[in-house]
Every structure is written in C-alpha cells, then in structure tokens.
C-alpha cells in the first residue's frame, strides 16, 4: 500500500503565501517524478510544478516565479511554496508521486486526495 497524505491549504487573501506538504508513505522503493496538479471548478486538471528525483523542476507559465516546488527524498515529501497568490490560483491542489514499489517493479502514479487552496481579492 501507498499513501499520500497533503496538508496546508486554506484560505488566504490575494498577496498572501500558503505551503503545501505533499508525504509519501507505504512500500516504496524508490520516487521519480513528484508533482502538483490543480483543478478549479469546470476546469481541466493541470500541472502546476514538478521535480525530478535530482532536483531539476519545471512549472505552468502562470505560476513561475511565484511558486517554488521542491521535495525531500529521506522524507518522502515534495512541497510547493506559493507567494504572491492571486484569485485565479483558486483550486484544488493534487500531489502526484511516480514510484516504484519495489526493485523489480515499473514505476506508477499516486494521487493524494486533495487540498483546497482559496485566495480571496
């Protein structure tokens, strides 16, 4: 069994900064790619940041700049710090962690449940 647990959104006024906490627990061998997806209400899930098992990261034109995803592997966690929040950012915030749970095994994709993150003008 894997888990993932999120913690960390909220409710925050537009300018403000939330961190999300994304932890992966369970059988696992090894993490490759982690990331965070959101999805606003009538809107498509998409990616907003992602990092590689050695550092590199990526993220949504809209977000860049204003956001800084990183993970701690003895951890198991990736995290996203969010300043400068603006209304648009409102959503529901998903982790997505690829690993393999054993040596031998291929790699798969978790999903946590979710964390809503609401910034208010």
């Known amino acids: 069994q894997v888990q993932l647990v999120e913690s960390g959104g909220g409710l925050v006024q537009a300018g403000g900064s939330l961190r999300l906490s994304c932890a992966a627990s369970g059988s696992i061998f090894s993490i490759n790619h982690m990331g965070w997806y959101r999805q606003a209400p009538g809107k498509q899930r998409e990616l907003v940041a992602g990092?590689?098992?050695?550092?590199?990261?990526n993220y949504a034109d809209s977000v860049k700049g204003r956001f800084t995803i990183s993970r701690d592997n003895a951890k198991n966690t990736v995290y996203l710090q969010m300043n400068s929040l603006k209304p648009e950012d409102t959503a529901v915030y998903y982790c997505?962690?690829?690993?393999?749970?054993?040596?031998?095994?291929?790699?798969?994709?978790?999903w946590g449940q979710g964390t809503q993150v609401t910034v208010s003008s």
């Open positions: 997505n962690v690829l690993l393999q749970r054993w040596r031998n095994s291929g790699p798969n994709a978790y």
């Open positions: 990092i590689t098992s050695d550092g590199s990261a």
